[in-house]
């Protein structure tokens, strides 16, 4: 959306000079040679010729060849997204029959670990859709409640027998990107237990419409607070990652209007603060 408005902007700002130096020299032209009125009605309608052909150019040159190009990868994306659904269906249907003809409970425990694996099969499933789908077109918001999700996200990384985590969570409704709300949750948590040892506590509360997200890691100077929306930036060197979390967290927040505050101490943790206000959804009675 970033670069079809730039696109957009460049391609008007190029019609608006190319059309004021036209109509410039057009009025020079007419006031230093006296021309009637019929002859003026003439050359205005020969600019706006101009104009209308001009801006047809501009729009073949800038947006045809563009458009044309995302017309083609929707279709493939499509495509591989239905045949990829296929098999996703196939397992869920399959693991179904099975849970109503197995009793052992050796051969259940396989099947649970099946479900699991194909749970998220299916959410990579979900992801890849919504990347590809971000990268073509807006997403459109939707309404959801915040304790749901965190439940869900909380509950996906204690399967990984890590962190103990502490939930004070309320239900709260907000309208927002929520595929991208996950994604960013799941970053914040990711990090909390990548800079936290095996035993320490993750903390998650929803108090007066700000979402807190506090662990006991290593950490941050005031120094690494300047720099952890930088893409890359890692303030500590030795862990696992690429760097990009907490600037993707900044991203999503900023376009979904969501305030996020980092409070964090060397060697004490770190709290991140959501403020989903202005996203929250008040019901009137």
């Known amino acids: 959306m970033l670069r079809r408005s730039k696109e957009l902007f460049l391609a008007l700002l190029i019609y608006v000079i190319t059309m ?12 230093n040679w006296h021309l009637s009125e019929f002859n003026f009605f003439i050359a205005g309608a020969l600019v706006l010729l101009v104009a209308v052909g001009w801006g047809y150019i501009l729009t ?5 060849p563009k458009q044309q190009i995302e017309d083609t990868l929707t279709m493939i994306t499509n495509d591989i997204i239905h ?6 269906s196939t397992i869920e249907a399959n693991t179904s029959m099975l849970h109503k003809s197995l009793t052992d409970e050796k051969s259940l425990k396989r099947l649970k670990r099946i479900d699991d694996a194909s749970m998220r099969l299916k959410r990579l499933y979900d992801e890849l859709v919504y990347s590809i789908k971000k990268e073509m077109h807006e997403i459109e918001k939707e309404c959801f409640d915040v304790k749901k999700v965190v439940e869900e996200r909380v509950s996906f ?6 962190n103990p985590f502490a939930l004070e ?3 709260y409704e907000i309208k927002a990107d929520k595929i991208g709300f996950e994604q960013m949750l799941d ?3 990711s990090n909390a237990m990548k800079y936290s040892t095996k035993d320490s506590l993750i903390s998650l509360s929803l108090h007066e419409g700000t979402l807190s997200i506090k662990d006991q890691g290593i950490g941050m100077s005031t120094t690494e607070l300047l720099r952890i929306h930088e893409r890359y930036f890692k303030g500590d060197e030795s862990s696992q990652g690429e760097g990009i979390g907490l600037a993707l967290v900044k991203t999503y927040c900023d376009g979904e209007n969501i305030g996020i505050d980092i409070q964090s101490e060397k060697n004490v ?15 009137t009675s």
């Open 187 to 189: 970053n914040i948590l």
């Open 83 to 88: 045949e990829l659904n296929i098999p996703l």
């Open 269 to 283: 943790g770190t709290r991140v603060s959501l403020d989903l206000l202005k996203v929250h959804i008040k019901f």
């Open 60 to 64: 073949a040159l800038i947006f045809a």
């Open 169 to 171: 969570v309320t239900s």
């Open 157 to 162: 990384f204690k399967e990984q027998k890590r």
């Open 20 to 31: 004021t130096v036209l109509l410039m020299a057009v009025y020079r032209f007419l006031e």
